[in-house]
Each structure stands twice: as C-alpha cells, then as structure tokens.
C-alpha cells in the first residue's frame, strides 16, 4: 500500500490519521461522535474492545496489519499492548 509523504504519514484512503493519546488508560473517541477505522501499523495483528458504529456495546475485535475497514465510534482503554504496540494503532477518516 503506497503511502502520502505528509507528517502523519496517512495511508492513501485516509484524509485524516493520528494517534490515539492516553489509550493506555482512556477510552479513544471523538467528542463530535466522529466515526473513524484503524490503521494498525504493527507487524502482528492486535486485539482491541471496540464499539461498532451501528452498536451501543463493546466487542473484542481482531484488527490485522495496515488499514481496516470497520467503521468505529469508540476503542475501549488497553492496558495489556505494550506502549510502543499502542503508539502504531492509528485511527483514520
């Protein structure tokens, strides 16, 4: 997948990506209820509570490498991933 050359390095389908602060230990959403995908710039696939935008409760969900197409409102807080594994989830729109 070809990349933009910009500071967030945003993958092509994505107008918007940034990192998600204090994942670690708060939920990641928009407050405008913004929905958005995962870019997960890892080398292994990783496992995150997420809410659906068509759902109002949490579900464990596998996101492999790269972008993915589920369309979120909410991740849950995610002590288990290490910092740096953390630091590549990327949220996108």
Do not use: H, W
């Amino acid at each position: 997948m070809g990349r933009t050359l910009s500071y967030n390095n945003t993958p092509d389908q994505f107008g918007n990506c940034g990192s998600m602060p204090d994942i670690a230990t708060a939920n990641f959403k928009f407050a405008s209820g913004q929905t958005f995908n995962i870019d997960n710039e890892n080398d292994i696939p990783v496992t995150l509570e997420v809410m659906f935008a068509n759902m109002t409760t949490f579900v464990s969900k596998v996101f492999q490498v790269g972008p993915n197409p589920y369309l979120l409102k909410e991740v849950k807080a995610n002590a288990v991933l290490t910092a740096g594994q953390l630091a590549l989830i990327k949220y996108g729109y």
